[in-house]
């Protein structure tokens, strides 16, 4: 009878032992456009917001919670948080209050355990005034005589709270994603006629299809995505560069179809809003088009770059449906840097020395490209001759894409190099008519 009785008390208190979960970690991030409050929670938990003015301040109620972690430093760059302080309510109850720097629109939202966090309350935090944050920086600079630089538009993977694949000694990939891009940036910075952005230049996330919103508000001609890979066995090594997948660009178009919020977007300098369905899609799968191929031209450029660093995973350049390749109208490729899984490749990724290698091999790639097809308008587009006297055939050219590159025939282009037909083959070279 009294092991009966012990088991049914057992039983009675299991209910509410869930019903008092715990706060066992607390992160603050800050982005430049918000800031991001995540609370690891032993559970799911019951939580109310309150906004309170003079001063500005939100409360946090979380019910019969208790709090069993240290409250965060808030750093000196949020533009919304100044202080977080904490209390027991009711006995019960824990409350948080934010005292903020100003009003703020606050957003929350539960998450599921998965292989790396249990439960977690967020709560973001977003200006109630945008006009008070800092407008992006304008890049799209033009000389006197009406020329611009290049923009490449630099974007590290995950961020934050998303900390991307981890190797066995624990390092982040976000963190290695960041120092290589960083890299990045400082070697386009030195090259004339070209200037890089940033989507993310600190450890907070930016959403993905936010990174595309930046690259497009920035006018990029080249977006680059730098991630490190992992793979369930330890052994496979190299790098690897992904261009978007033909499914992937397939449910893109579809969805900027079917959603009425694009039609004030751009698809090639040309809007949605005013043109029937059909027309609309014609339109879009021609931007879609000529962009997929300058990011193929691209990609095959940085591939070769790498492939001469050292090892690279598969025999060309990948495709896949990746979220951030899917700018219609930016070209747009994602560089797997190495596998982070890998132990040999998790410590060259630390090595400043081979994050340097990496992001010069990155950049050879794409200076490759634009010199031989620079946008038009551009500091390097002035530079070029009208065309060059000999070209490398590489994968993915066709006869008639290079005339029209260099606006050439394609019966001056076969006479000059007596070709018959449109077979060309890698490494072929072809000498390019003037004028023709």
């Known amino acids: 009878m009294k092991k009966l009785i012990i088991f049914l008390c057992l039983l009675i208190s299991l209910p509410l032992q869930a ?16 800031t991001r409050l995540v609370f690891d929670t032993s559970g799911p938990v019951d939580h109310t917001l309150m906004s ?14 208790r709090l069993r972690a240290v409250i965060p430093a808030v750093s000196q760059d949020d533009h919304y948080v100044q ?55 304008v890049v799209k600079t033009v000389n006197k005589n009406g020329l611009r630089d290049i923009i490449v538009a630099i974007d590290a993977g995950h961020g934050g709270e998303d900390v991307g694949a981890i190797g066995a000694r624990g390092t982040h990939e976000k963190d290695v994603s960041m120092a290589i891009a960083r890299r990045l940036k400082a070697l386009i910075q030195a090259e004339s006629g070209m200037r890089p952005v940033m989507t993310r230049d600190g450890d907070y996330y930016v959403a993905l299809r936010k990174r595309m919103k930046i690259a497009r508000q920035r006018k990029a001609d080249l977006f680059i995505s730098i991630h490190a890979d992992a793979f369930r066995d330890p052994r496979v090594r190299g790098a690897s560069v992904y261009t978007l997948s033909n499914r992937g660009a397939s449910s893109e178009a579809a969805r900027w179809l079917a959603k009425s919020e694009n039609a004030a977007d751009l698809v090639g300098g040309v809007t949605l809003d005013d043109k029937d369905d059909l027309l609309a899609s014609v339109l879009l799968d021609l931007s ?34 990746f979220v951030v390749l899917k700018s219609p109208d930016i070209p747009s490729i994602l560089v797997e840097t190495s596998f982070i899984s890998n132990p040999n490749e998790e410590r060259k990724l630390n090595d400043p020395r081979h994050q340097k290698r990496l992001a010069k091999a990155i950049l050879g790639g794409v200076r490759s490209y634009f010199e031989s097809a620079p946008p038009p308008g551009t500091l390097l587009a002035a530079r070029k001759p009208t065309a060059p006297a000999k070209y490398v055939i590489s994968r993915g050219d066709t006869l008639s ?18 070709i018959a037909g449109d077979r060309i083959r890698i490494g072929q070279v072809l000498r390019i008519p003037r004028g023709g």
């Open 19 to 34: 019903k008092n979960p715990s706060i066992n970690g607390l992160r603050l991030w800050a982005a430049p456009d918000h």
């Open 288 to 321: 879609q088009t000529a962009t997929r191929q300058v990011s193929s031209e691209a990609a095959d450029k940085v591939y070769l770059q790498l492939k001469k660093l050292g090892k690279v995973h598969g025999k060309r350049v990948q495709q896949a449906g």
């Open 83 to 137: 202080h977080v302080r904490s209390g027991v309510r009711n006995k019960n109850d824990l409350r948080v209050v934010l005292d903020l720097k100003q009003n703020v629109r606050p957003k929350s939202f539960m998450l599921k355990p998965n292989s790396k966090y249990g439960y977690r309350l967020v709560i973001d935090l977003y200006g109630a005034n945008e006009g008070r944050l800092k407008k992006p920086e």
């Open 52 to 65: 309170l003015s003079k001063p500005n301040r939100l409360v946090i109620d979380l019910s019969n919670t």
């Open 401 to 418: 894409g290079i005339a029209s590159r260099y606006q050439v025939s394609l019966a001056a282009l076969r006479n000059m190099n007596r």
